[in-house]
């Protein structure tokens, strides 16, 4: 789930910038996260891999991504070409209705077919002990009950959660429940095993 904003933007001189990021921003960066839209499908992601070998091999790169695409022999050569140190996925359910509901347009099964993918490319290509795989979960009123179970296909897939808890649009948080209803998710939450502890104290 994103929250989308309307702004004018003024108008990129995007030869002059690209120069700039090339010459002068690229060879001093130690690591670059890629989290804004999907990576995997904006053509400026591969500019920016081909300049990244060329200038700066050794930066680290971390992806985020929805998991809505083919992860096909394209991808996996251009990310031969970088140190690729993270790539964190966004699901914020196990199960496929809630999954639809708070991802709109999304498909749960694309996204466990890519994750699966990636798993198999990273175990064939030896790079267990380089990248990190993480998901990040908006927690919000339509999945808190579906915790436990997402938490168990991650954990079991080795992939480190991340809660990220939704404050706006104001309905769909948390924090607009009453307290009753609050309580009663602090109380659900209380009562799972002390392995979920540490990625829910931040409630």
Not at 34 to 51: A, C, H, M, N, R
Request: aromatic share 10%; hydrophobic share 35%; charged share 30%.
């Amino acid at each position: 789930m994103c929250e989308v904003k309307n702004e004018t933007r003024s108008l990129l001189d995007v030869p002059s910038f690209h120069t700039e990021i090339v010459e002068k921003v690229i060879p001093q960066v130690k690591t670059i996260a890629l989290k804004s839209g999907e990576p995997f499908v904006q053509k400026e992601t591969y500019w920016l891999i081909d300049k990244l070998k060329e200038v700066n091999p050794n930066c680290e790169v971390r992806f985020t991504t929805n998991g809505q695409y083919s992860f096909n022999d394209k991808i996996k050569s251009e990310l031969k070409k970088i140190k690729v140190e993270k790539i964190t996925f966004s699901i914020d359910s196990i199960y496929k209705d809630t999954f639809e509901k708070v991802r709109a347009g999304g498909n749960l099964t694309k996204l466990l077919k890519t994750i699966e993918d990636v798993k198999t490319w990273i175990k064939e290509e030896g790079l267990s002990d380089q990248i990190e795989l993480n998901a990040n979960i908006t927690l919000q009123k339509d999945n808190w009950k579906d915790i436990p179970e997402t938490f168990k296909y991650l954990f079991d897939n080795k992939i480190a959660p991340h809660i990220i808890i939704v404050e706006k649009p104001e309905q769909f948080s948390l924090s607009s429940l009453t307290d009753a209803e609050f309580v009663e998710v602090m109380t659900y939450y209380l009562n799972l095993g002390p392995e979920y502890g540490k990625h829910l104290n931040k409630l």
